[in-house]
C-alpha cells in the first residue's frame, strides 16, 4: 500500500511539472510578438544635449548578418491596431478611417522632412507617397549595439512608435539608413526634433553613435541648446 502511494505521488508530481512546463511555453509564445509596445528603458534626460552627451562613441560595427527579419517580420500591433495606421493615425490631420476599423482611408499630412503639405489616399497607386519611417534605421541600429540585442527587444525596436513617423516617401527613400552624419532632413526648422528623436531612441535602447554623427549632432543642437527629448 506504501509503494502504491508513493507511485501516486510521484505521477502527481510529474503531472504539475508538465503543466507548469506548458503554461511557460504558453506565456513565451505569447511574449514574443507583444502586443503593447513598451518602452524598454526609460529616458531620464529631458535636454537632449545632456542626453547626447552620455551615449558611448565607437565605431560603426560591421553590417554582416543584417536583415529586416533580425528585427521584426512585419509591423507588431498597438493594442488591436498594426503599427503602420498606428502612426498614420497619430501623425495625420482630417483622417478618415475605414468604417469599423483602425486602417486610415485618407488623412493630410504636413511632412516633418520637407515641410509639403500632402493627401494621404489609401489605394495601391497612392498609399506609398506616405510611408513610415524609422528615424534610426534599423541597419544603423544594427551596427551600432543592436546585433547585441535580443530579438525580442529587437522587434520592439522596430515597432516602437518613438521611432516611428509618418513622412514624405521620396524623402524617406533619400534618407536610407543614413545617420545624423550623412542625411538630416531639408526642412531646417525640424532639424533639432529630429536630431532629439534619434537620441531618444539610441538613449532608450543602449545604442551608440559614431564621432561624425556625435558631432553633427551637437553642431544642430548648439542652434536649439533647450531642445527636449520626445518621450
Given at each position: 500500500?506504501?509503494?502504491?502511494?508513493?507511485?501516486?505521488?510521484?505521477l502527481?508530481?510529474v503531472i504539475?511539472?508538465l503543466?507548469?512546463?506548458g503554461y511557460q511555453?504558453?506565456?513565451l509564445?505569447?511574449e514574443?510578438?507583444p502586443?503593447?509596445?513598451?518602452?524598454q528603458?526609460?529616458i531620464?534626460?529631458?535636454?537632449?544635449?545632456t542626453?547626447?552627451?552620455?551615449?558611448?562613441?565607437?565605431g560603426?560595427a560591421?553590417?554582416?548578418?543584417?536583415t529586416r527579419?533580425t528585427f521584426?517580420?512585419g509591423?507588431?500591433?498597438v493594442?488591436t491596431?498594426?503599427?503602420?495606421?498606428?502612426i498614420l493615425?497619430?501623425?495625420?490631420?482630417?483622417?478618415v478611417f475605414?468604417?469599423?476599423?483602425?486602417?486610415?482611408?485618407?488623412g493630410?499630412?504636413v511632412?516633418p522632412?520637407?515641410?509639403?503639405t500632402?493627401?494621404?489616399?489609401?489605394?495601391p497607386?497612392?498609399?506609398d507617397?506616405?510611408?513610415?519611417?524609422h528615424?534610426v534605421s534599423?541597419s544603423d541600429a544594427?551596427q551600432?549595439?543592436?546585433?547585441?540585442l535580443?530579438?525580442?527587444?529587437r522587434y520592439a525596436?522596430?515597432n516602437?512608435?518613438?521611432?516611428?513617423?509618418?513622412v514624405q516617401?521620396?524623402?524617406?527613400?533619400?534618407?536610407?539608413d543614413?545617420?545624423?552624419?550623412?542625411w538630416l532632413?531639408?526642412?531646417?526648422a525640424?532639424?533639432?526634433p529630429y536630431?532629439?528623436?534619434?537620441i531618444a531612441?539610441?538613449?532608450?535602447y543602449?545604442?551608440?553613435?559614431t564621432r561624425?554623427?556625435?558631432?553633427t549632432m551637437a553642431?544642430?543642437l548648439g542652434?536649439?541648446p533647450?531642445q527636449?527629448?520626445?518621450q
Amino acid at each position: 500500500m506504501r509503494h502504491k502511494i508513493v507511485r501516486v505521488a510521484r505521477l502527481l508530481i510529474v503531472i504539475s511539472l508538465l503543466l507548469i512546463g506548458g503554461y511557460q511555453a504558453h506565456v513565451l509564445r505569447h511574449e514574443a510578438r507583444p502586443e503593447v509596445l513598451e518602452a524598454q528603458t526609460p529616458i531620464n534626460d529631458s535636454a537632449a544635449a545632456t542626453a547626447l552627451s552620455k551615449l558611448p562613441i565607437k565605431g560603426r560595427a560591421a553590417k554582416t548578418g543584417y536583415t529586416r527579419a533580425t528585427f521584426s517580420d512585419g509591423w507588431g500591433k498597438v493594442g488591436t491596431c498594426d503599427v503602420r495606421n498606428y502612426i498614420l493615425g497619430r501623425d495625420l490631420t482630417e483622417v478618415v478611417f475605414v468604417p469599423n476599423t483602425c486602417k486610415v482611408d485618407r488623412g493630410t499630412l504636413v511632412d516633418p522632412y520637407t515641410a509639403r503639405t500632402m493627401l494621404f489616399l489609401r489605394g495601391p497607386n497612392t498609399s506609398d507617397d506616405i510611408q513610415i519611417d524609422h528615424v534610426v534605421s534599423l541597419s544603423d541600429a544594427w551596427q551600432k549595439g543592436a546585433q547585441q540585442l535580443d530579438p525580442l527587444t529587437r522587434y520592439a525596436f522596430a515597432n516602437d512608435p518613438l521611432n516611428l513617423l509618418a513622412v514624405q516617401g521620396d524623402a524617406n527613400q533619400a534618407k536610407g539608413d543614413g545617420d545624423a552624419a550623412t542625411w538630416l532632413p531639408a526642412n531646417k526648422a525640424y532639424r533639432c526634433p529630429y536630431i532629439a528623436r534619434q537620441i531618444a531612441v539610441k538613449t532608450r535602447y543602449k545604442l551608440w553613435v559614431t564621432r561624425a554623427e556625435y558631432d553633427t549632432m551637437a553642431r544642430i543642437l548648439g542652434t536649439c541648446p533647450q531642445q527636449s527629448l520626445p518621450q
